[in-house]
């Protein structure tokens, strides 16, 4: 939700994809402060302010989570990838979703569609970066 009088249409509503590593960016763009440095995010300011074709997408959002037995999860577009329980040996299920169809995640369409969870599982492990600060239980093995 936001609100700036005068440069964000009341009522307005997006679709856009975006995440909370993009906040920074955003707000830099708002404070015209150049970023120095290679980071994930993307400035969503064109979206916020109407400007839908100057916006930047993400190819792909990748994000991961060490409770419950930690979880890694990958979106591209319309499809989203989940890996559950990796902290077990082996790890936990993988499931496939498409969120245009079913964005309850209820329909794991892990099965019917195998070549797409290889794409995607190659997607999220390029994109896993071993964290000393946050290391799965087998990271410390």
Known sequence: IARWTGRIKSGTVSDHI???????????D????KIDKQIDGISFLPTLIGNKNQQKQH?????????????????QGDWKLVQYN???N???SIELYNLK?????????????P??????SQIMLAERVP???FPFAWEKR
């Open 18 to 28: 975006s995440a909370f590593w993009d906040i920074m960016p955003t707000m830099a």
């Open 86 to 88: 990796i902290e077990k």
């Open 90 to 92: 082996p790890p936990g």
């Open 30 to 33: 708002l404070l015209n402060v």
């Open 59 to 75: 190819d792909h959002l990748y994000w991961e989570f060490h409770e419950q037995g930690g979880r890694m999860a990958l979106r």
């Open 131 to 133: 964290s000393t600060a």
């Open 101 to 113: 169809e079913d964005p309850s995640e209820k329909n794991d369409l892990s099965q019917k569609f």
């Open 115 to 120: 070549d797409k969870v290889k794409e995607l």
